[in-house]
C-alpha cells in the first residue's frame, strides 16, 4: 500500500522557488487548467522548452486573468519584475535602445507562469549573437475554410523544396491551424540574408503554385490558398517556441513532430498539456544545422531561373 505523503499546505503553490498566487484560478476552462497546472507544466517542461528559448529575446503573451479575460504581448522588461525573468538592452531600428525580456531557466519560465504567461514567443537569434539567426521558419498559415490536410502537403512541398537546396527541416504544429517548418541555420548569414532567402523561396513557391499559395500577407491574396509567412524571419520578429502552451480554447501545445507523424496527424491542436508531456525531443531526428551561404542562394537562383 503506498503512503500518502504529507505536504504542508504552505508549499503546494510554491513552484521551483516562486510561490504561485491564485493558484486555483481557472485560465482554461476546458480541459480545466489553473495557474498552478500551468507553472507545473513550464516546470515540467523546462528541459524540452529551453533548448529553443534560453537567451533569445522573447515576447510574453500574458493573460492574467486567462482565456476570456484581457491579453497583451510584453517584449519590454516591465518594472517590478522578478529577477527570474532576464533582460537585455537591444538597440532599436530609429537608434533608441530598449530592455529586451528573455528567459535564461526554468525559475524564468515558472515566475513568466507567475505573471500570467501562457505563450512563450522568441526571436531566431541568441543573446551572444543577435546579428546573427540561427534558424528559419516558414510559418504556413491557411485561409479559413482549408483543412489540415492541405496545410499538411503544404509542410511536405516545402520540405521537398528545401531539400533541393540542401536544407533540412523540421515540422512543428502549431497548436493552432498551421504547421511551421523550421531550418535550424549554423549561425553564419546575417538577417539581411536569412529574410531575403525566405522572402525568394516563398515568393518561388507561391509563383510556381499560384493556386494553392502565396507569399503576400494581405487576407484577399490568400482566398482558398495557404500564405507562406516568411516574415518570421526578419530582426525582431518571432514564433511561437516549441512546447508552448497556446491561449485557444483546449490548452492546445505547439509540438514539433517527425515527418512521418506529420503525415499522419490530423490538425494542428491535437496535443494538449498531457500529451506534450509525454514527448521528448528525442523522438525527432533534427538535421545538422545548414550553411545559408554562396552554395544555397546559387541552387535557389537556378531553381527560379528553372521555373521562369
Ligand atoms: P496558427 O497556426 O494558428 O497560424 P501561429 O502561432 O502560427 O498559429 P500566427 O498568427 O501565424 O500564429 O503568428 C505567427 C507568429 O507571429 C506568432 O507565433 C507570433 O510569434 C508572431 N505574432 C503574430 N501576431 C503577433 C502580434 N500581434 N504581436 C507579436 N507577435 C505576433
Ligand atoms: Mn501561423
Ligand atoms: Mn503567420
Known amino acids: 500500500v503506498q503512503m500518502e505523503t504529507e505536504i504542508p499546505a504552505g508549499d503546494r503553490t510554491l513552484v521551483r522557488g516562486t510561490p504561485i498566487s491564485s493558484p486555483d484560478r ?81 525559475e524564468g519560465l515558472v515566475a513568466a507562469a507567475q505573471m500570467g504567461t501562457v505563450e512563450f514567443h522568441p526571436w531566431g537569434a541568441r543573446r551572444d549573437r543577435l546579428d546573427r539567426p540561427e534558424r528559419l521558419v516558414f510559418d504556413l498559415d491557411p485561409d479559413e475554410g482549408l483543412g489540415f490536410a492541405a496545410v499538411r502537403r503544404a509542410a511536405f512541398d516545402l520540405r521537398g523544396k528545401l531539400e533541393e537546396l540542401g536544407l533540412g527541416s523540421w515540422p512543428m504544429v502549431s497548436g493552432g491551424k498551421g504547421v511551421h517548418v523550421i531550418v535550424p541555420l549554423r549561425r553564419t548569414a546575417g538577417w539581411d540574408t536569412v529574410k531575403l532567402f525566405a522572402q525568394l523561396f516563398a515568393t518561388l513557391l507561391a509563383s510556381g503554385q499560384p493556386d494553392r499559395y502565396t507569399a503576400t500577407m494581405a487576407k484577399a491574396a490568400r482566398k482558398g490558398r495557404i500564405f507562406i509567412d516568411w516574415l518570421r524571419n526578419e530582426r525582431g520578429a518571432t514564433a511561437i517556441a516549441p512546447f508552448s502552451v497556446r491561449a485557444r ?42 550553411t545559408l551561404g554562396e552554395p544555397v542562394l546559387a541552387r535557389l537562383e537556378a531553381l527560379r531561373e528553372k521555373q521562369a
Not at 507545473?40 to 534560453?54: C, E, F, G, K, W
Not at 506534450?276 to 533534427?286: I, V
Open 26 to 106: 481557472v485560465i482554461f476552462p476546458k480541459p480545466k487548467t489553473t495557474k498552478l497546472d500551468l507553472a507545473r507544466y513550464y516546470d515540467a517542461m523546462a528541459d524540452r522548452i529551453l533548448p529553443t528559448l534560453a537567451d533569445r529575446p522573447a515576447s510574453l503573451l500574458r493573460l492574467p486573468s486567462g482565456l476570456e479575460g484581457e491579453r497583451f504581448f510584453q517584449k519590454h522588461a516591465g518594472k517590478g519584475f522578478p529577477k527570474a525573468i532576464r533582460s537585455l538592452p537591444i538597440e532599436e531600428k530609429d537608434g533608441g535602445t530598449e530592455q529586451y525580456i528573455y528567459i535564461a531557466d526554468a
Open 249 to 290: 480554447p483546449g490548452a492546445p501545445v505547439a509540438v514539433p513532430v517527425s515527418w512521418d507523424e506529420l503525415a499522419r496527424l490530423r490538425r494542428a491542436n491535437g496535443f494538449g498539456l498531457k500529451a506534450a508531456q509525454e514527448r521528448a525531443w528525442s523522438d525527432l531526428t533534427l538535421p545538422a544545422d545548414a
